[in-house]
Structure formats: structure tokens, C-alpha cells
């Protein structure tokens, strides 16, 4: 579960624009600094109105419904595999409640989206024409906090003993709404007290006849973060089969 969370996760790693950014020039390259300050503006605006506006505006919402589809193909078949080796009586109860984990896991990580920041973080001018620009993404970096304990704790402080656990299907209604009640504030507080995690995307950009221009598809970026997430999903199905 940890896994598709993660790769939902990712799936927002582009959110709100900064304006803070640092000007290199490297040795040897002829440029004043005014045309240094003058292309820098130019370039982070069109980083800003090429990918992150247009991601908040657009892609967000694009990308939002093509991995719901992803998840649900993809969830039955890790849940199936999850479950497979227990009695049958267990399997679709344990199904469920698998699949409500998994929501919920989800869900709270799907709200983090917004506080997302990616920004322009530095701009260095590789030749007149040509420049490098380290695009940072800061996100909350939540790898390894999602564990078995969690759930484990969460079993005892709703009152859900070994015992019961030996017959899934037994257990009271009343018993697992007081897990999933109690799971997403463990969860809720793990992802409020995780630390913030960094990853920088460089691009290259380039000014042709006078104006500098961003080769870029932007379908792309939607599939290239798209397989991030299907990549995910089989790892995790890799994982449960071994």
C-alpha cells in the first residue's frame, strides 16, 4: 500500500511557482549582466506560464482522472495477490478492507497536492543562446513512514485482537470503523510530521532569433509521470509475489 501511495504522491510534485532563483554565467561566456538579469526574467516566465501554470491549470486535473483509472486497474489485481493464500471465507472481506486502507492512504495523500512547490531555482547561462535551468520540486517525503506498525497499533487501540484476526470475516462493523477512524489519524499525523524531500529537473532552453524558446511536449510530462505511477503498482506486484 505504501507503494501506490507513493506513486500517487508523485503525481503531485508540481504545484505552487516561487519567484526566488539564483543567476550563474559560466566562464568564457560574452553576456552583460543587464542581459543576464533582462533573459533570466524571460526564461523563468516562460518555465512558469509552459509548465507550472499551465500543469495547475490543466495538467492537474488531466492527470488527476487518467491515474484513478490506473489505480482501479491495477488495485484488484494487487489485492487479489495480496490475499490470495488465506481461507476463502476471508478473501473478500479482507478485500475490502485492503481496499479501504489503500483509499485512505491515498486520499490523504492526494490532498497534499496543493502544498506542493515547484520553482524556478536556478538559471545558468551555458553559452549567448543556451541555458540550463534547475526546475526544484519540494514535496513531503513520506518513504518509510507508512508501515506495519502503524496498522498494528491501529488493530490494538480499536480493540481488533490476534484472535479475532484469525477470523477477518467475524469481526464487527462497529470494531472496523473504529480502525479506519483511527488509521487515517495515524496517517493524517504521519504526513504532517514527515520531513520535506527535494528533487531538481533541469531543462534546457535555447533563444532562437532573438526570442528564447522551451522544446517541450507537454503530453509528455502527463505520461512520463503517469508511467512513475504504473511503474509503482508493479513493483508493489513484484513485491507481493516474491
Known amino acids: 500500500m505504501k507503494k501506490i501511495f507513493l506513486g500517487l504522491f508523485i503525481l503531485g510534485t508540481l504545484g505552487m511557482a516561487q519567484q526566488n532563483y539564483e543567476v550563474y554565467i559560466k566562464n568564457g561566456v560574452k553576456i552583460s549582466q543587464s542581459e543576464a538579469d533582462r533573459d533570466s526574467k524571460e526564461i523563468d516566465k516562460i518555465i512558469n506560464d509552459k509548465i507550472i501554470s499551465r500543469y495547475n491549470n490543466e495538467g492537474k486535473k488531466v492527470l488527476m482522472e487518467k491515474s484513478k483509472k490506473l489505480y482501479n486497474k491495477y488495485l484488484n489485481d494487487l489485492l487479489s495477490s495480496k ?28 490532498n497534499e497536492i496543493d502544498k506542493m512547490e515547484i520553482s524556478v531555482k536556478e538559471i545558468s547561462f551555458l553559452e549567448k543562446n543556451k541555458a540550463k535551468v534547475n526546475v526544484l520540486v519540494k514535496y513531503k517525503d513520506t518513504d518509510d513512514e507508512i508501515d506495519d506498525e502503524i496498522i498494528e497499533g491501529t488493530f490494538k487501540k480499536s480493540g481488533i485482537t490476534d484472535k479475532e484476526m484469525e477470523h477477518f470475516e467475524k469481526i464487527s462493523k462497529a470494531k472496523l470503523d473504529k480502525f479506519y477512524k ?13 520531513d520535506y524531500g527535494e528533487k531538481v529537473i533541469e531543462i534546457e532552453i535555447k533563444k532562437v532569433n532573438g526570442k528564447w524558446q522551451i522544446d517541450f511536449d507537454y503530453n509528455d510530462l502527463i505520461n512520463e509521470m503517469l508511467k512513475g505511477l504504473e511503474d509503482s503498482f508493479k513493483s508493489m506486484k513484484n513485491d507481493i509475489d516474491d
Do not use: H, T
Open 83 to 110: 490475499i490470495k493464500d488465506f481461507p476463502k471465507n476471508q478473501q473478500q472481506p479482507l478485500k475490502v478492507f485492503l481496499s479501504k486502507l489503500s483509499g485512505i492512504v491515498a486520499q490523504n495523500g492526494l
Open 182 to 194: 483511527y488509521f487515517e489519524e495515524e496517517i493524517k499525523e504521519e504526513i504532517k510530521d514527515s
